[in-house]
């Protein structure tokens, strides 16, 4: 199979000052490479009848009384480099809640916890390779980065392919969000095209009237118009 070529320009920089955690984070020698082991290539592999009914509805999978906030469906599809789909992925999201907290000891921001509300789901990708989740759009909050840093409403996906070395981390943003554009850790990714794969846009085809609203967020493995990922940047 011919594969697309990697646009390396695009992916984030590792070491980028305006991003502090990223100065003791980045390497200081140049990377090694290692072959992958058995156990990478062929498992832990999980199992498709683990989901139960309500995995992918996180307004009430945590307690089953309907969580706080704005309601959206977030949906979209998983393709690889020549638009075709990737049945059976693992796609696994957590937030914060509405008021942009997370349900994390370590969170200590001001905003309360929603007692209905726990942040995370999952789902498997169809034979179209689509996938949806019920969930509510999580509010922006500060983080110890600079004098007064915001982080935009984002919800965090993670996608697991047949085995467990088989693994892509990445962010969903949501369109119109002026604090995208201020954000420390979107500014690490140099191409604004690549930025805006990234951001997931309104989809009144999707939204339910008196309900909630759509977003759409289809995911690129590679290839040219690749979704960028935090983990892995050449994806699968």
């Given at each position: 199979m011919t594969l697309l070529p990697r646009n390396r320009a695009a992916h984030p920089v590792p070491y980028a000052p305006g991003y502090k955690s990223s100065v003791?984070?980045?390497?200081?020698?140049?990377?090694?490479?290692l072959p992958t082991r058995a156990t990478e290539e062929t498992g832990p592999v999980f199992g498709h009848d683990l989901l139960g009914e309500h995995d992918n509805n996180l307004i009430l999978n945590f307690t089953g009384t309907p969580a706080i906030g704005e309601r959206v469906i977030l949906h979209g599809r998983v393709m690889d480099q020549f638009g075709r789909p990737v049945p059976g992925?693992?796609?696994?999201?957590?937030?914060?809640?509405?008021?942009?907290?997370?349900?994390?000891?370590?969170?200590?921001?001001l905003?309360?916890?929603?007692?209905?509300?726990?942040?995370?789901?999952?789902?498997?990708?169809?034979?179209?390779?689509?996938?949806?989740?019920?969930?509510i759009?999580?509010?922006a909050y500060p983080w110890p980065n600079g004098v007064n840093d915001w982080r935009p409403a984002h919800v965090h996906f993670s996608l697991f392919g047949p085995s467990f070395g088989q693994r892509?981390?990445?962010?969903?943003?949501?369109e119109g969000d002026p604090l995208i554009a201020r954000c420390p850790i979107v500014a690490t990714i140099p191409d604004p095209q690549a930025v805006d794969r990234l951001v997931a846009p309104l989809d009144m085809t999707r939204a339910l009237p008196m309900d909630c609203l759509a977003y759409r967020f289809d995911i690129v493995l590679r290839g040219q118009r690749q979704t960028m990922f935090e983990n892995r940047p050449e994806g699968f």
């Open positions: 003791p984070r980045s390497p200081r020698l140049p990377l090694l490479s992925a693992l796609i696994e999201i957590w937030q914060a809640n509405a008021g942009g907290r997370y349900r994390h000891k370590k969170d200590g921001y905003a309360p916890l929603d007692d209905n509300f726990g942040g995370c789901g999952r789902t498997i990708t169809d034979e179209a390779g689509a996938y949806e989740f019920l969930t759009r999580p509010g892509l981390i990445t962010q969903m943003y949501f």
